[in-house]
């Protein structure tokens, strides 16, 4: 298999037209009563424990102190995803149904799946990004440098391997993305889960993955798993002595998990304007950033304008690399 170099670039000029923003509704009352006396339902896409779990948290109760009412999160993991944001894009835009949507909700699924159920712009009202997560590029230990595991793979193609949790994952469209850029070829293993992807890494059954922050760090701190590089655009405080990709030599290598609050499409602009207020709010606090950071979950651009475009920037990314990849949605 023959691998082109891909250009993030070039990919978001030929694609970056893909995506819209949607107008906002008009006609709104500004005094809009929000919230009811009903609960506020946020569907969670993944099941209980976790990272996400966390963010759930903090959001629902940021919501709570600064709106009033009742904010409760709903656990709907499955398909990717999309079960969930079926789920919220089916109801009611009255601001009682909410989602915590995910870079895999409204970037990946739309081109891996056949019929995701919903599309990612006209279904929604996106009302913020809320943070971002970074991966690691981890290793077995048995591979001193990120350099001498791609001068392995350049000479046995095919040979070495790299673990994700599942085809068309974000891990999965990173490593196409260094195998482009790098000239090399590693056999795909997916997994159903992070969990045993980082086992078998471990273990050396596979050699190396892209990971989630949260799992990864305390087998990198105990020896267990070599971090070679984070996808960010700068090092993380957490692992200092971690280079980015970028001073690897892969320039503009940057990429990291990201979740939202989302509403369905048609929900009143007040209610749009008031979650937006309270959950900036709530993620700037001290409190919640002390919870956050020991996650390697950082801060992220708030507002509707800045989710818009980098929805639109990675979703046209992604289509191209699922392309490359071969994936055929299912």
Do not use: C
């Amino acid at each position: 298999m023959r691998h082109h170099a891909l250009s993030r670039r070039a990919a978001l000029a030929g694609l970056g037209g893909v995506l819209a923003a949607p107008a906002l509704p008009r006609g709104a009352a500004a005094d809009t009563p929000y919230p009811g006396s009903q609960p506020v339902s946020i569907a969670l896409p993944y099941a209980p424990g976790g990272a996400p779990d966390v963010l759930a948290q903090v959001l629902t109760q940021g919501l709570s102190a600064r709106l009033g009412g009742t904010f409760v999160m709903e656990h709907k993991p499955g398909a990717s995803t999309t079960l969930a944001a079926r789920h919220v894009a089916r109801a009611k835009p009255d601001g009682n149904t909410l989602l915590m949507g995910t870079v895999v909700t409204f970037t990946t699924a739309p081109y891996a799946l056949r019929d995701p159920g919903y599309d990612a712009v006209k279904d929604f009202a996106h009302i913020t990004m809320i943070s971002d997560t970074q991966f690691l590029l981890v290793a077995n230990p048995r591979w001193e440098s990120l350099e001498a595991l791609l001068a392995a793979a350049r000479q046995r193609p095919g040979q070495l391997s790299f673990a994700t949790w599942g085809v068309g994952t974000t891990a999965h469209l990173m490593m196409v993305d260094l195998m482009a850029r790098t000239g090399t070829e590693l056999l795909h293993v997916p997994y159903n889960g992070s969990p045993p992807a980082l086992t078998d890494t471990i273990a050396g059954r596979t050699d190396l993955m892209f990971s989630t922050f949260a799992p990864a760090r305390p087998h990198v701190e105990s020896g267990r798993l070599r971090a070679l590089a984070i996808p960010s655009t700068a090092r993380s405080p957490a692992l200092p002595a971690v280079p980015t990709l970028a001073e690897l030599g892969q320039k503009d290598f940057v990429s990291s998990g990201w979740f939202t609050l989302s509403a369905p499409s048609g929900t009143p602009p007040a209610i749009l304007a008031k979650l937006e207020r309270a959950a900036t709010e709530a993620f700037a606090a001290p409190e919640a950033r002390a919870r956050l950071d020991r996650l390697g979950l950082v801060p992220a651009t708030p507002g509707p304008e800045a989710l818009m475009d980098r929805l639109t920037r990675e979703a046209a990314l992604n289509r191209r690399l699922i392309q490359a990849a071969g994936i055929q949605p299912e």
